[in-house]
């Protein structure tokens, strides 16, 4: 498993994870997408657009392999905002590939776009 050195482990001031320590030795947690409801907490939006923002701004708009990125924290945006690379895309693997798909990051997350100058 990849660890992605320089991420941000959490959303500072909170204790929503963002990345796992260690690989699961009964292997990775399956990513699955969740449905996002309109009358989800603040907190929990501030943390979708928290990790949103650091995949952003580590990846930017190139693939990137799932490795230590918490499976929790993406399902989230997965199928949504992160979408698999590959067409045989295995969802229990940590070397599975991932890209931010932009149009749809900067119509459901703005914020994380706004005054960057890649507009």
Do not use: C
Not at 10 to 35: M, Y
Not at 84 to 101: G, H, K, M, R
Not at 102 to 107: I, P, Q
């Amino acid at each position: 498993m990849i660890k992605h050195r320089g991420f941000p482990g959490r959303l500072p001031g909170s204790d929503f994870q963002f990345v796992i320590r260690r690989a699961n030795p009964k292997g990775a947690t399956p990513l699955t997408a969740r449905e996002r409801f309109r009358d989800r907490r603040p907190a929990d939006r501030r943390a979708d657009t928290g990790f949103l923002s650091a995949l952003w701004e580590h990846f930017g708009d190139q693939p990137f392999e799932r490795g230590n990125l918490d499976a929790g924290r993406l399902a989230w945006l997965f199928g949504r905002e992160v979408k698999p690379v590959e067409e045989n895309f295995d969802p229990e693997s940590y070397e599975a590939l991932l890209v931010i798909d932009v149009a749809v990051a900067r119509a459901s997350f703005p914020e994380v776009f706004s005054g960057r100058g890649d507009e």
